[in-house]
């Protein structure tokens, strides 16, 4: 192989990757990096405006980008998309990224919240929007795959999954099961279908977003909070992950520089994962 094939490895014209979630803090720079390096984009979201801040970088890149309305549990507004999809670029997306996902403050435990007072509709919200959000996506995408033999599908799954967090009960058991489904999709697709389908996930570690910033860090002192400290001890890196961090592992598990790996969920986490505390 000569550095021309390596190259080309991470050369995306021509495929239509669909991000779910794709308006979102982690989808939307997915969504900048796989159009910067030619593909077209498909920004799929409940929330379509949300990816307004995303379209003077998107309009600077080699591919093109698209957004469409699209709501992971509703399995109608998905094949409608696909519709859309296949009117703008004569094709269904060869490569899906499931970045939809989330957790629901009122599925956590706390001093104001016992374990066994969490309502039964909020438990389902979580797991339905990571994991049922999940599955239905795949199967309406995944059909598109299997009938052309070939395809690739991430998922996203989290440090959650490895390590479920005191408090988070819904969503960590909602990301373990993004993690089984994805073992037992990589299985299925490649011997029911085609080897040439492959699926994988990245389990992010610890992030400071917006949506997380004052859980790990006082509002007003800008110290790190107790649940801050501790995961910046048990970091060997020693700092909380950044989006731009999942890029390089998002795309070697889009390109065909990881044409042998399916059915792996590879942490990106700093070495979270890893430290016993020991």
């Known amino acids: 192989m000569d550095m ?27 969504a900048c990096a796989l159009a910067s390096l030619g593909a077209n984009v498909v920004i799929l979201d409940r929330d379509p405006a949300l990816a307004d801040r995303l379209m003077e970088r998107l309009n600077l890149c080699s591919g093109r980008a698209l957004v469409v309305y699209g709501n992971v549990l509703q399995r109608d507004t998905l094949v409608k998309a696909d519709e859309v999809i296949r009117a703008e670029f004569g094709d269904s997306p060869d490569m899906l990224i499931n970045a939809a996902g989330g957790n629901n403050p009122r599925a956590t435990t706390g001093p104001d919240k016992r ?25 309406v995408f995944g059909r598109r795959m299997a009938e052309k033999g070939y395809g690739v ?25 993004v993690t089984n489904f994805t073992q037992w999709l990589a ?27 004052y859980l790990l860090i006082d509002q007003e002192t800008g110290e790190l909070t107790a649940r801050g400290r501790a995961i910046i001890e048990h970091t060997p890196q020693g700092r909380f992950g950044t989006p731009e961090d999942l890029l390089g592992t998002v795309l070697w598990l889009l390109s065909p520089a990881s044409a042998h790996v399916t059915g792996v969920v590879v942490p990106v986490d700093g070495g979270f994962s890893a430290f016993s505390g020991v």
């Open 115 to 139: 374990f066994f007072d969490i309502g039964v509709d909020d438990l389902r919200s979580v797991f339905d929007l990571n994991a049922i959000g999940t599955i239905v996506t795949c199967q």
């Open 187 to 213: 299985v299925h697709m490649a011997k029911e279908y085609s080897p040439n389908i492959r699926v994988n996930a990245i389990a992010p570690g610890f992030m400071l977003t917006e949506q997380n910033r």
């Open 4 to 30: 021309s094939d390596i190259t080309r490895m991470y050369d995306f014209t021509g495929h239509i990757v669909l991000i779910t979630g794709g308006a979102g803090i982690l989808g939307g720079e997915m």
């Open 153 to 177: 599908i991430l998922n996203v799954s989290s440090m959650n999954a490895f390590r479920p967090l005191t408090r988070v009960v819904a969503y960590s058991a909602a990301k373990a099961a």
